[in-house]
């Protein structure tokens, strides 16, 4: 580890105490390449009534629009806390090359932040979830696929 990764996860945990005293969740997120910040968030879940404003959300949203691309390979993020589910999600899909983190889940779980449910119904048959899911018009979907699977301009993800 460098001084700048200690660096940029100060810089992390800042935004987390930040963000408590604007009325946010206790979150922050730094995204870096080639050792500089390209973007920094904070939780804004209750201050934008977004439930997907998480602070790793928030920060890869406005790298990707700065570097104007969906890729970040390259990047790392350093959160304040250990990623949930739908933002570890969001960091494969973005290709982030590496995730530094300083609270665990479980430390986040203690104070009312506690997401091992979501963990536990993902791993569950769709059949046993406490969301119910309900399949409709399959066939009518595919033919989005289909097109997609055809269309030679495309640019993948």
Known sequence: MSDNDFLFMRRAI???RESVEK?????????????????????QVTLLKD?????????????????????LRGCEIYASCEPCPMCLGAIYWARLDKIYFAGSRSDAGDVGFDDSFIYEEVSLPLLKRRIESLQLLREEA????????????????
């Open 51 to 71: 439930p997907t404003a998480h602070a790793e959300v928030n920060a890869i949203r406005d790298a990707a629009r700065k570097l104007n691309t969906f890729d």
């Open 23 to 43: 009325g946010g969740g206790p979150f922050g997120a730094v995204i870096t390449r080639n050792g500089k910040i390209i973007a920094e968030s904070h939780n």
């Open 142 to 157: 595919l033919e989005a696929f289909k097109t997609w699977e055809l269309y030679e301009n495309k640019i993948e993800y």
């Open 14 to 16: 800042e935004l987390s």
